[in-house]
């Protein structure tokens, strides 16, 4: 993956830019020492690393104003980061760009149960908001894997799904309101406790945008009432095709269950060699959850175990307590843990239509087979948001572009098949130069119009989403305008 | 003009020389602005069906009844619940698939199933270079290079003309139920109404009609858990004699009037929707003006019906929210203009957004863009 080189006019002025952003922060809010910037090379795609000319860590959006308004006036990019959590490098630095920090600004601004919503400052992390509120019966239901670690900040620029967004929706359906500040260091307010926008829907924009349009330092977020209780249950299939007919059968039979989730044998095994959930060792394995009362939870499930027998499963275990239910869990929750454990890995998110799951996974193999690769797959079946993790080891010279080369190969397939390059983790760099076939060049036009409004000198976060090419022009008009 | 296809609407606008009135079902009462009519009626047709899936391909002029025909036949449904605007505006015609994704147009299950703008996966629109623009897909996720899908939901036209939508479809529970209390003013029916959202029996509805004094919470699902969720409910407010409505065609009729706003059907004035944070509805709604109220969304939306002409925008100084005027003579919307005044800073933005997806302002006579406060 290619960044652009780094503006030598930028770095040979690093210690002017340092000194002013020492000037509009607090003493401790300036990172600049190149063993501190260090700690900022990289997120979570930790292949590709950079550390950037400084970093900031203000405290409010005052702060982060004024932090723009400089580097705005000194044409410095700018990479905004929340925790750093990002599977495609959507925090990754250049050595050109100031990284701006929210990791500081993790205050709860206002909780109103009568009107079902929080605000919070959006370096707070995903879990720590359910987690202000579940006293009161309450949670945020947005729940992606890395919710203890990642923020609202970051969940608002990749607009982050989680397991149980068949039933609750994503970060965007989720998003009640915004404060953001524009490159420009301008504060704009935009939604807050009331639905749906009086003109054009910018906070609909602004979600997902990866970080391009605005800084977003305060985040009005809806939260629901807990379910009375949940319970998953099992069902382990000889065939990957039969596991997905009974996936399209549960859903067409109008049982809306919070959360599907399918596990193919490579992981089945990996999964189970790691926490010991007691999953049997079969092709495919679904856990499916229903939510409710006790008697509502029964019924559904009954519903589901009758489709899922009609399949004939070579295994239909339900959960009887809260410990069988952890035990169901566990095994999927520790997947990705238990992928890292034997192997290097590179995790795609593709998604694609239901009914093309079977000849998707079946295609898959035979392309990891033509790489000579191993991948396995564990996704959320309901919404067709594919998880397949290639398997490497980056010790070896050239296995890391290998699997690369295999993951694009991967998500063209689910472009192919009617799907996309990304269902919840964003494009970032990691999917940034397979734009072009999902999208015609009129398409990303578009897209890049968006950015056009926002940050016409191309100044946060440039280097992403668009792959370098198609977004050159703009980049480096604006390094001719200085 | 009522292009067949896609290329040729993409023509049509590529050549248009002065502003073009675009004109879906022309059922929701929408200020046309000068222009010759360009219609998207002849683009009609489903492209993609697939029940299993939960997605809806479809051109934007299918009328929306032939829509809903084919979800009922698979037992699924729009879960966002569009209204139909014809009995509040007295217009006639029949509404299309592209006019309600063009307004995010949504009714009473909009608190619990999402708008319009959530349902909504993928567009195909022409912009005002003519250019064919395509965003999102037909999956559920999606989050593969920028939203454009919201921004053309709710956009009222003004940023090109929706061509194809693709939408998440749900099951039609197989039954539903409303509680209806009585006797409550609009400050105790919104808190009533926030008990019944904030409690775990999963409201799809929360109305309240002063007209009729009633204050009703929609409960859907399969028939054993209807009735449990419904008891529950009730038990969350004691001292009340609340109503069980059971029957399924008279819950499904009371919130048909609910959604077509039926309590102003017939009368003169003005009509307002108003969208604000659900406990700031009650005082504000003292404030409007209004000869008649009804709330909906847990009192997050007021529909206020005013004498003509007046500003209701003036009493929401100080509340955060927006009113768009939905019904009344086109002086009254040339004065007080459809949409909510945006603050300088959004509107800038806003108006930057027309002014690169439509550089000849073809479709400028559009109410989508608000002027600055």
Not at chain 1, 323 to 332: K, P, V
Not at chain 2, 4 to 19: F, H, K, S, Y
Not at chain 2, 246 to 256: F, N
Not at chain 2, 292 to 302: E, N, T
């Amino acid at each position: 993956m290619q960044m652009p080189d780094p503006d030598s006019r930028i770095l040979s002025r690093r210690d002017a830019i340092v000194e002013r952003l020492r000037g509009c922060l607090p003493a401790d809010a300036v990172i600049s020492d190149p063993a501190e910037t260090r700690a900022y090379e990289c997120d979570a795609l930790t292949a590709y690393r950079c550390a950037p000319l400084a970093a900031v860590l203000p405290r409010t959006t005052e702060e982060v104003a004024a932090v723009l308004k400089v580097c705005h006036d000194e044409g410095v990019p700018v990479v905004p980061r929340g925790s750093g959590t990002s599977l495609a490098g959507g925090a990754l630095p250049t050595a050109d760009c100031v990284i701006l920090g929210v990791a500081r600004m993790t205050e709860v601004l206002e909780t109103d149960y009568a009107d079902r919503l929080i605000r919070v400052q959006t370096g707070r992390t995903n879990l720590s908001v359910t987690g202000a509120v579940e006293e009161d019966g309450f949670f945020y239901a947005p729940d992606p894997s890395s919710q203890l670690a990642c923020a609202i900040a970051g969940n608002i620029a990749m607009n982050s799904g989680g397991a149980h967004c068949l039933k609750y929706g994503v970060t965007t359906n989720n998003l009640l309101g915004v404060t953001m500040v524009t490159m420009e260091g301008e504060i704009v307010e935009l939604g807050g406790g009331h639905l749906d926008a009086p003109g054009l829907d910018l906070l609909g924009v602004i979600c997902g945008s990866e970080g391009q349009l605005g800084v977003v330092t305060e985040a009005t977020l809806r939260i629901l009432p807990k379910p009375e209780g949940a319970r998953p249950v099992l069902i382990g299939y000889g065939s990957n095709e039969v596991a997905g007919a009974c996936v399209s059968d549960i859903i067409k039979a109008g049982v809306l269950p919070v959360a599907i989730e399918f596990m193919d044998r490579p992981c089945i095994r990996a999964c189970e060699a790691f926490a010991k959930a007691g999953y049997p060792d079969c092709e495919a394995l679904l856990i499916v959850e229903v939510e409710g009362s006790d008697a509502e939870i029964d019924h559904q499930l009954g519903l589901i175990k009758q489709i899922a027998r009609a399949h004939d499963p070579v295994e239909l275990r339900e959960a009887g307590d809260a410990d069988e239910a952890q035990r169901i869990w566990l095994g999927r929750k520790s997947a990705f843990g238990a992928m890292g454990q034997i192997n290097d890995y590179i995790c795609l998110d593709g998604t694609i239509p239901v009914s093309e799951l079977p000849r998707v996974l079946t295609r898959i193999a035979e392309l990891a087979a033509g790489y000579d690769l191993e991948v396995a797959n564990v996704f959320h079946a309901g919404d067709g948001n594919m998880h397949p993790l290639i398997l490497f080891n980056a010790n070896v010279e050239g296995e890391l572009a290998k699997a690369e080369a295999l993951g694009a190969d991967i998500l063209r397939l689910c472009v192919e098949a009617g799907g996309c390059l990304t269902g919840e983790h964003g494009v970032g760099i990691e999917k940034r130069d397979l734009m072009a076939d999902q999208y015609d060049p009129a398409d990303l036009e578009a897209q890049m119009a968006v950015k056009d409004v926002f940050d016409p000198g191309w100044l946060l976060n440039p280097a992403k989403v668009f792959p370098l090419d198609v977004s050159e022009a703009r980049r480096s008009a604006q390094l001719a305008a200085e | 003009m009522r292009p067949e296809t896609e290329d040729e609407l993409a023509e049509i606008v590529a050549g248009a020389r002065g502003p073009l009135a675009v004109r879906g079902g022309g059922t929701r009462g929408m200020v046309q602005g000068p222009g010759d009519v360009l219609e998207t009626g002849g683009l009609t047709g489903i492209s993609l069906y697939e029940p299993g899936a939960l997605t809806l391909v479809v051109r934007a002029g299918t009328p929306l009844t032939e829509v809903e025909t084919a979800l009922a036949a698979e037992g699924q449904r729009l879960a966002f619940e569009p209204m139909d605007h014809r009995g509040l505006v007295g217009s006639g015609g029949s509404p299309t698939i592209g006019g309600v994704v063009a307004a995010n147009v949504s009714g009473p299950r909009r608190i619990q199933a999402g708008a319009c703008r959530d349902a909504l996966l993928g567009v195909r629109f022409v912009d005002g270079a003519g250019q064919v623009v395509r965003n999102g897909g037909r999956v559920m996720k999606n989050v593969t290079g920028y939203d454009l899908v919201k921004l053309l939901a709710g956009s009222r036209g003004a940023l090109g003309v929706l061509t194809e939508v693709s939408l998440k479809v749900l099951p039609v529970p197989e039954t539903q139920a409303t509680l209806v209390l009585r006797g409550l003013d609009a400050g105790e029916a919104v808190a009533a109404m926030s008990t019944g959202l904030g409690s775990p029996f999963e409201v799809t509805g929360a109305a309240h009609l002063p007209a009729a004094d009633e204050t009703c919470l929609r409960i859907e699902g399969f028939a054993d858990s209807v009735a449990y969720r419904l008891g529950r409910l009730a038990e969350l407010f004691p001292g009340h004699d609340a109503q069980h409505e059971t029957d399924p065609e008279a819950v499904a009729a009371r919130w048909a009037g609910v959604r077509d706003v039926a309590p102003f059907h017939g009368r003169d004035g003005d009509v307002w929707r108003v969208s604000v944070r659900p406990s700031a509805a009650p005082d504000l709604a003292q404030r409007l003006g209004a000869e008649a109220l009804m709330f909906d969304w847990g009192g997050g939306l007021i529909w206020a019906l005013t004498p003509p002409g007046h500003d209701l925008r003036a009493a929401m100084t100080g509340t955060a929210g927006h009113a768009t005027l939905v019904r009344a003579a086109p002086e009254t919307h040339a004065a007080l203009g459809t949409l909510h005044p945006e603050p300088a800073a959004v509107a800038r933005l806003t108006d930057g957004l027309r002014r690169r997806f439509d550089p000849n302002g073809l479709f400028s006579g559009t109410t989508a863009a608000p002027a600055a406060a």
